[in-house]
């Protein structure tokens, strides 16, 4: 088991950027694939990026170029830098994982972006 817990959300300016973090309670050296997604208001939750254990990383095409996941394992956290932030980024922002087939998900965190 593990619990994750989202921070660093907020209101943000079209443009801006925001750093949000995923804290887990537990190592994260042996989870191998860790992930972002997220849910606007009216949509499907949607994933956003995962990263592997070895560094390797994977985004949806439309955050491609301005969002970057990364890890630290002797951390237990997760990043998710967003850059040149869209109004269509709003959404409520939240990080999961697989461990033994189970999935975990954070409490969620809101982002924010104003034209």
């Known amino acids: 088991q593990v619990q994750l817990v989202e921070s660093g959300g907020g209101l943000v300016q079209a443009g801006g950027s925001l750093r949000l973090s995923c804290a887990a309670s537990?190592?994260?050296?042996?989870?191998?694939?860790m992930a972002w997604y997220r849910q606007a208001p009216g949509k499907q939750r949607e994933w956003v990026a995962a990263?592997?254990?070895?560094?390797?990383?994977n985004y949806a095409n439309s955050v491609k170029g301005r969002f970057t996941i990364s890890r630290d394992n002797a951390k237990n956290t997760v990043w998710l830098q967003m850059n040149s932030l869209k109004p269509e980024d709003t959404a409520v922002y939240y990080c999961?994982?697989?461990?033994?087939?189970?999935?975990?998900w954070g409490q969620g965190i809101q982002v924010t972006v104003s034209s």
């Open positions: 537990r190592s994260i050296f042996s989870i191998d694939n």
């Open positions: 990263i592997s254990s070895g560094g390797s990383t």
């Open positions: 999961n994982t697989y461990i033994t087939g189970n999935s975990y």
